[in-house]
């Protein structure tokens, strides 16, 4: 199973960047995809998560900022990050989680985005 996320980069506040993430070796469809972040001395938190059917759900700091989508074609997710904001300063980490997992079964490596000026 690999899950390879795009490399992320420095982004001024106000910017926008787009992670992706590739999954090999997973039914794609069927597994619910996500991002989470961990800034440094924080815990890793939930950003977005979106199902085999297309809900969506994200964490409140960043509603109406990101968008979380999902392509079966091309067995990969993606996250429209705009309106970036230092506080979104952290590691992105790509998820999949597996029906009737109830956290996620496995993790990309993790990208880093910086926001500042």
């Known amino acids: 199973v690999q899950l390879q996320a795009s490399r992320g980069g420095l982004v001024q506040p106000g910017g926008s960047l787009r992670l992706s993430c590739a999954a090999s070796g997973i039914p794609f469809s069927s597994n619910a995809m996500g991002w989470y972040r961990q800034a440094p001395g924080k815990q890793r938190e939930l950003v977005a998560t979106?199902?085999?059917?297309?809900?969506?759900n994200y964490a409140d700091s960043v509603k109406g900022r990101f968008t979380i989508s999902r392509d079966n074609a091309k067995n990969t997710v993606y996250l429209q990050m705009n309106s970036l904001k230092p506080e979104d300063t952290a590691v992105y980490y790509c998820s999949a989680r597996r029906p009737g997992s109830t956290w996620p079964n496995y993790w990309g490596q993790g990208t880093q985005v910086t926001v500042s000026s």
């Open positions: 979106i199902t085999s059917d297309g809900l969506t």
